[in-house]
């Protein structure tokens, strides 16, 4: 859960590489794509699809927004969500 206070914030994802470093490892930031489900797609069945890159932007009142955010990754490592500053 993202506390309030951070809302209208940016984010980004970082993963550890046990690579980097010599093999100390280091942060590394992940670039997801984003998707959502679009309900009207194949005949009323829905699928995903690309979301506009200024999809959370055009969101009138973001804190008002009740649905979560599922990130789905394709491999597996130590995973952190960090405001971007």
Not at 33 to 62: E, K, R
């Amino acid at each position: 859960m993202i506390p309030t206070d951070l809302v209208g914030s940016e984010f980004m994802i970082l993963y550890w590489d046990p690579t980097l470093n010599n093999g100390l490892g280091g942060w590394v930031a992940y670039e997801p794509v984003l998707l959502i489900w679009d309900a009207t797609l194949n005949g009323g069945l829905g699928g995903w699809m690309n979301a506009p890159s200024d999809y959370f932007s055009a969101i009138p009142n973001p804190e008002n927004i009740t649905q979560r955010l599922v990130i789905s990754v394709n491999f597996t490592g130590l995973f952190v969500l960090v405001v971007n500053e």
